[in-house]
């Protein structure tokens, strides 16, 4: 691997992300909060590592795809860490565990925290908080791809490496021209969201801060109640739109804007993930009335579909206490939970997509067993699906399971009881945010050991990036020549 090449990359990578230490500097002037000099700290000691490496680190070789893994998970971990500064230097979360916990949960759209009150932040650290998830919601290293050819690389590698999902789709010739195309899309919903959000009486503030969180699917509010604090089912139906569509293949909304809606709704896995949201939803208001949770059908549907879309879409918004409801509606939740968004969308969990395949691939198998000279393909719409695809599928769902075993084996030996830790670990591998038990809806992962903050830090890594990303850096053979 060229390490040179891989550290000339992280180096611009920081000096973007100095850049982006430095937006919060309006809010933090409004409001008069005083944290500005530790953001301006941050960005100088951003851009002082990133141009030293930048500077320093010259390769005349083209990007392969080993040095794009490398950029991928190594720019992660540098935006986390960095990406902590500001919180680190004004004092407000002091421990440097806890700081990389949080920046790690924005950037990788988890949502998870470590804060106890929320509303006693300063305003531009809250905005700090809300821009990580933005950025980590298309991805950084999408993002970057437009700073590549001054690189003198391309940037299909990073584009493979990053995309969530089973395959990565090429909007346009050229990649730069792609990621240019899917961040034109996410800021287009993003300010719509916003200007809905602020007709709900929202101020600016808010309506931007969690406008970034939900087509993020990321889920940090700038209040200790979520959502739940405005009380308002208009508020509840716009994000529960936004969620929605933020859960969706940013392609297909692409396609939508070229006038091409037609092609939206032809999308098999499409109509899988809103059937799933409208099955759910229908079998969670069902347990919620029986159980006396909620006894108008308006109520019933504005909370159930709003927490199914929350949890399906791995955003993590409340607006009510799950735990407090029928156990058979948690449980449908935390099957969800494994499930996530659609291949292509910000979303976390295994992907609509790779389920649904192999639920196809079991029922070939089957369908085998009882006419053996039969040949049926696996199909995804109308293509078939190669068998190297199906084969990348079942690793990756053994491998999502291994994890999420040895993570949780690993959280409770930290000294958490067993729902709270496997909860925890799907929550993060998933990017979810809340989970059950002592990181429930209404509580935080404060109280976690040390041990296990750690392996849940690791877990959101893996999952953002799909595990392979990540885990094929630990392979000897990664790093020889």
């Known amino acids: 691997m060229n390490l040179i090449l891989t550290l000339r990359i992280l180096g611009a990578l920081l000096l973007f992300l100095a850049a982006t230490l430095l937006a919060p500097l309006p809010f933090s002037f409004y409001y008069a909060d005083g944290v500005w000099s530790a953001f301006v700290l941050s960005a100088v000691i951003c851009s002082a590592a990133g141009g030293l490496l930048f500077a320093f680190c010259k390769s005349p070789k083209e990007l392969s795809l080993r040095e794009g893994?490398?950029?991928?998970?190594?720019?992660?971990?540098?935006?986390?860490?960095?990406?902590?500064?500001?919180?680190l230097i004004s004092g407000a979360i002091p421990s440097p565990l806890n700081?990389?916990?949080?920046?790690?949960?924005?950037?990788?759209?988890?949502?998870?925290?470590?804060?106890?009150?929320?509303?006693?932040?300063?305003?531009?650290?809250?905005?700090?908080?809300?821009?990580?998830?933005?950025?980590?919601?298309?991805?950084?290293?999408?993002?970057?791809?437009?700073?590549?050819?001054?690189?003198?690389?391309?940037?299909?590698?990073?584009?493979?490496?990053?995309?969530?999902?089973?395959?990565?789709?090429r909007l346009k010739p050229r990649i730069q021209d792609t990621a240019k195309m899917l961040w034109g899309v996410y800021f287009l919903l993003t300010m719509v969201e916003t200007v809905m959000l602020m007709l709900g009486g929202m101020s600016f503030f808010d309506a931007l801060c969690h406008s970034f969180a939900?087509?993020?699917?990321?889920?940090?509010s700038t209040k200790n109640a979520s959502i739940a604090a405005y009380d308002s089912s208009y508020i509840d139906t716009v994000i529960t739109f936004f969620m929605i569509l933020a859960g969706v293949n940013f392609a297909l909304h692409f396609q939508v804007l070229r006038g091409r809606a037609k092609d939206f709704f032809r999308s098999e896995e499409l109509r899988v993930y809103l059937g799933l949201i409208f099955a759910a939803t229908l079998m969670v208001m069902i347990f919620n009335w029986s159980g006396n949770i909620y006894s108008a059908f308006g109520e019933n549907l504005r909370f159930s579909i709003f927490q199914v879309s929350s949890i399906m879409t791995t955003t993590g918004f409340g607006t009510a206490d799950f735990e407090l409801w029928p156990v058979v509606t948690q449980y449908i939740l935390v099957l969800l939970m494994f499930v996530g968004g659609c291949a292509g969308s910000t979303g976390g969990g295994m992907k609509v997509a790779r389920i649904l395949l192999l639920f196809k691939h079991a029922q070939v198998q089957v369908f085998r067993l009882i006419h053996p000279r039969a040949i049926r393909l696996v199909k995804l719409g109308n293509r078939p699906v190669d068998k190297e695809v199906l084969q990348a599928i079942l690793g990756f769902f053994a491998l999502f399971i291994g994890v999420f075993v040895l993570g949780?084996?690993?959280?409770?030996?930290?000294?958490?009881?067993?729902?709270?830790?496997?909860?925890?670990?799907?929550?993060?591998?998933?990017?979810?945010?809340?989970?059950l038990g002592s990181v429930g809806p209404t509580d935080h992962f404060a109280h976690v050991p040390a041990f296990g903050k750690s392996v849940l830090i690791f877990c959101m890594l893996m999952g953002r990036l799909e595990l392979f990303t990540v885990l094929v850096l630990f392979f000897p053979s990664f790093w020889r020549k």
């Open 214 to 220: 939900t087509l993020a699917t990321g889920g940090f």
């Open 99 to 169: 700081a990389i916990f949080e920046t790690m949960s924005g950037f990788t759209t988890t949502g998870s925290t470590i804060l106890t009150d929320i509303e006693s932040m300063p305003p531009s650290l809250l905005f700090w908080r809300s821009l990580t998830h933005w950025l980590g919601g298309m991805g950084i290293i999408v993002l970057s791809l437009a700073i590549l050819p001054m690189l003198g690389v391309g940037g299909m590698q990073l584009f493979k490496a990053e995309v969530p999902g089973p395959t990565a789709d």
């Open 408 to 435: 949780s084996l690993l959280v409770a030996a930290s000294g958490m009881d067993l729902v709270s830790a496997g909860s925890a670990v799907i929550a993060c591998l998933a990017n979810i945010g809340p989970g």
């Open 69 to 87: 893994f490398a950029v991928v998970t190594f720019g992660w971990t540098v935006f986390a860490v960095f990406g902590a500064l500001p919180y």
